[in-house]
């Protein structure tokens, strides 16, 4: 019996992040950890991460797109990429949905073990859909908070390195 494979992906935005907490190893150990991997006896064949912001799918070299071509390469042998959570994929509704569909094109599944998905049931558009409209959401809204700081504070005549 073959046993089923993954890689493991996990996205921080920054660097500051990844060093209060919201790491790289964090998310990895979280899948590692989580019932699909450790009941399923699933087999990790890599384990790659990218610090860039989830806004974009650009500049993923070191992680996502280096995972695809294993994929790729590999077809067959590789089921899933997981991810820690869906708002570690990205960012963005449009390009979550086409990452998903590129690496379904070459025969594995992107998934998250604690917040899975049955992409046999007809509403894992609509699932996704709120889980990356939030994940998107939520994002604008930091820039907009972010950009109305920077204009407070520049009337009250102080610079920001912005």
């Keep these: 019996m073959q046993h089923k494979s993954y890689i493991l992906y996990s996205r921080c935005s920054t660097d500051e992040q990844r060093q209060k907490g919201h790491s790289h190893e964090y998310q990895a150990d979280g899948i590692r950890r989580s019932g699909t991997v450790t009941v399923g006896s699933l087999q990790e064949i890599a384990y790659l991460f990218d610090t860039v912001t989830g806004t974009r799918f650009d500049n993923r070299a070191a992680g996502l797109d280096a995972a695809y071509k294993i994929c790729e390469r590999n077809r067959g042998t590789v089921d899933y990429l997981f991810v820690y959570r869906w708002d570690r994929l990205g960012r963005d509704v449009a390009d979550c949905f086409e990452c998903i569909k590129r690496f379904r094109a070459v ?13 046999n049931d007809p509403s894992y558009p609509l699932i996704l859909s709120v889980k990356f409209g939030m994940a998107q959401s939520e994002s604008m809204r930091i820039s907009d908070r972010t950009r109305d700081g920077i204009h407070q504070v520049l009337t009250q005549g102080f610079w920001t390195a912005h």
């Design 107 to 119: 025969g594995v599944e992107v998934n998250c073990p604690d917040e899975w998905i049955d992409f």
